[in-house]
């Protein structure tokens, strides 16, 4: 799902930005911001006639899982890939984290992915599987396909995944010529 369109040199035509989004994300942060609520709606306004135990463990289980899933699904609400002309940074969410800077001396390679799908990486956000490599997963669609020289991969989903590919294409190129 997409909010903007991607792929636009933004700040510095020697640097590329490309960004995906995933709305649904925020409906499952709704479900955990809820979750809180009813936590401190328990906590505040309770007559539980069955003992203090009981409520104590229904307070802190909703606030605890209902901030899980608020901070974990806010986390991969969007990822922001940036390329330059030494490295690529992947960011996730709000806060950029988690973080992952891949030298551009560490990848041997670039590929556009057409059908990236969070399903063959068992979900949204950062995934690792052993026969596939690692991944941000943020939406299903185009991505990228990095292989690193280590012999491993690292796909991203982005919006304008063939632009990015050309210009990690390009880095590599002109970096190889130095």
């Not at 990486?121 to 185009?142: D, F, H, I, K, S």
Request: with cysteine.
């Amino acid at each position: 799902m997409r909010d903007h369109p991607q792929g636009e040199n933004t700040s510095h035509p020697d640097v590329w930005t490309g960004r995906a989004s995933n709305r649904v994300q925020w409906l499952l942060a709704l479900f955990g911001a809820a979750c809180v609520a009813l936590g401190v709606e328990l906590a505040v306004d309770s007559k539980w006639t069955s003992g203090v135990a009981p409520l104590v463990m229904s307070v802190v289980g909703c606030i605890a899982a209902g901030l899980l899933v608020l901070f974990g699904t806010l986390a991969f609400v969007h990822v922001a890939l940036k390329v330059d002309a030494e490295c690529l940074e992947v960011r996730c969410g709000h806060m950029g984290l988690p973080r992952r800077r891949i030298p551009l001396a560490h990848v041997a390679g670039a590929e556009f992915a057409q059908h990236v799908s969070p399903r063959h990486w068992g979900g949204w956000g950062y995934r690792w599987r052993p026969e596939m490599g690692t991944a941000v997963v943020v939406r299903r669609g185009e991505g990228v396909v990095l292989q690193l020289w280590d012999g491993h991969t690292f796909t991203i989903t982005v919006d304008d995944a063939e632009a990015a590919v050309r210009v990690i294409r390009d880095r590599l190129r002109s970096g190889a010529a130095r």
